[in-house]
């Protein structure tokens, strides 16, 4: 059974960078995309983007060019960096596993992330 | 971007009830729709892909219909584990989008 956990900083500064890490166990990464989606408390799930084990990413373009994901597939694990934050990327962060065609089929439990002063 | 309209946005219903909620795109996605269930403080799980594959493990109450722009999601005769909100995600194009999604409860 698959398990992806997030972990990182639940406090951000504004301007500052949020960062996340998904640690994924109990099966390979290969052949399939890992994804981060977050979920403003009480509001819709929002996809920010993928990235496959060559390194290949796919990010939402709402988040311009503050985001970026990698993986480093020797710890099993990959990460989420969103630059420049403000309150509005406070959320719930998820990280998931694609199946490839976007359909996402196991996911971490997420995890807040509060941006303030 | 695809947009993803669900309704209604919440729904009152009683255990044993067949409800049906509904997901519309704002443009052709043919069957790339999944649908996905989430209860409080938890992650969303995956019911359905392709409009109308039921995942493995998922109660067989559980049906999905449509393709192009309009999609359903049938739970008949629901359980109290059916009590909670419902998303439908377009995966035909990135950014794949997710509805506003469906609050059921009693």
């Known amino acids: 059974q698959v398990h992806l956990q997030e972990s990182g900083p639940r406090l951000v500064r504004p301007s500052e960078t949020l960062s996340l890490t998904c640690d994924v166990s109990g099966g390979s990464m290969r052949t399939f995309y890992w994804s981060w989606i977050r979920q403003p408390p009480g509001k819709a799930l929002e996809w920010i983007g993928y990235v496959y084990t060559t390194g290949r990413t796919n990010y939402n373009p709402s988040f311009k060019s503050r985001v970026a994901i990698s993986v480093d597939t020797s710890k099993n694990e990959f990460s989420l960096k969103l630059t420049s934050v403000t309150t509005a990327d406070t959320a719930i962060y998820f990280c998931a596993r694609d199946d490839t065609t976007g359909v996402i089929d196991y996911w971490g439990q997420g995890t807040l992330v509060t941006v303030s002063s | 971007d695809i947009q993803m309209t669900q309704s209604p946005s919440s729904l009152s219903a009683s255990v044993g009830d067949t409800v049906t909620l509904t997901c519309r795109a704002s443009?052709?996605?043919?069957?790339?729709l999944s649908w996905y269930q989430q209860t409080p403080g938890a992650a969303p799980k995956l019911l359905m892909s392709?409009?109308?594959g039921l995942r493995n493990g998922v109660p067989s109450r559980f049906s999905g219909s449509g393709s192009g722009t309009d999609f359903s999601l049938t739970i008949n005769s629901m359980q109290d584990a059916d009590f909670a909100t419902y998303y439908c995600?377009?995966?035909?194009?990135?950014?794949?989008?997710f509805g506003e999604g469906t609050k059921l409860d009693i």
């Open positions: 443009e052709n996605i043919k069957k790339f």
């Open positions: 392709s409009a109308s």
């Open positions: 995600q377009q995966t035909y194009k990135t950014p794949y989008t």
